[in-house]
T-cell receptor
Framework: QKEVEQNSGPLSVPEGAIASLNCTYS??????FFWYRQYSGKSPELIMF????GDKEDGRFTAQLNKASQYVSLLIRDSQPSDSATYLC????????????FGTGTKLQVIP | GAGVSQSPSNKVTEKGKDVELRCDPI?????LYWYRQSLGQGLEFLIY????????KSGLPSDRFSAERTGGSVSTLTIQRTQQEDSAVYLC???????????FGSGTRLTVV
């Protein structure tokens, strides 16, 4: 079992729709969860982090965490073509350790 | 500096040669990380430095790989006797002590021919 699992996609949504990206993780002791966006040929860019169960909203982005189910998701409202990228889920190792493990990413395509 | 700086941005080397990749983290970031990303693949952890603590080298794929961090700042990743499977983008990242996620550099694209 991979430590962090994501559907590779591509996930295609029409412009203006809600894109829902999902991630599961295996380390039950993980405390910190991150979403990175990576445009083709570029480095990953941090867009959201979440530590507590529930929802965290930042602009058009909402991160959702359910530690009991070991599940974290990212919702993108009013999707724009500029949101087309690969979204990487990252989870830290338990014990307050700063090293994180990345999923392989979900490719999102927003269709104009 | 304002961001994580990596050099060179691109490196083409012959199989069997040694290469050095450099990373200059954001000022004040005590933690520094090296990852690599092969074409179409996820990020593979290589090594992690935190302050003056011993580095976590658990991700280094072989003893041909080594890294050091001088003065708690600049880091160099060295790959000896490069192989074609070493071809990848090598990404450096740094973070604050409070840790709110990494900031990545623009990477070094290594091609071994």
């Amino acid at each position: 079992q991979k430590e962090v699992e994501q559907n590779s996609g591509p996930l295609s949504v029409p412009e203006g729709a809600i894109a829902s990206l999902n991630c599961t993780y295996s380390d039950r002791g993980s405390q910190s969860f991150f979403w990175y966006r990576q445009y083709s040929g570029k480095s990953p860019e941090l867009i959201m982090f979440i530590y507590s169960n529930g929802d965290k909203e930042d602009g058009r982005f909402t991160a959702q965490l359910n530690k009991a189910s070991q599940y974290v998701s990212l919702l993108i409202r009013d999707s724009q073509p500029s949101d087309s990228a690969t979204y990487l889920c990252a989870v830290n190792h338990s014990g307050g350790y700063q090293k994180v493990t990345f999923g392989t990413g979900t490719k999102l395509q927003v269709i104009p | 500096g304002a961001g994580v700086s990596q050099s060179p941005s691109n490196k083409v080397t012959e199989k069997g040669k040694d290469v050095e990749l450099r990373c200059d983290p954001i000022s004040g970031h005590t933690a520094l990380y090296w990852y690599r990303q092969s074409l179409g693949q996820g990020l593979e952890f290589l090594i992690y430095f935190q302050g003056n603590s011993a580095p976590d080298k658990s991700g280094l794929p072989s003893d041909r790989f080594s890294a050091e961090r001088t003065g708690g700042s600049v880091s160099t990743l060295t790959i000896q006797r490069t192989q074609q499977e070493d071809s990848a983008v090598y990404l450096c990242a740094s973070s604050f002590p409070g840790f709110r996620g990494y900031t990545f550099g623009s990477g070094t694209r290594l091609t071994v021919v």
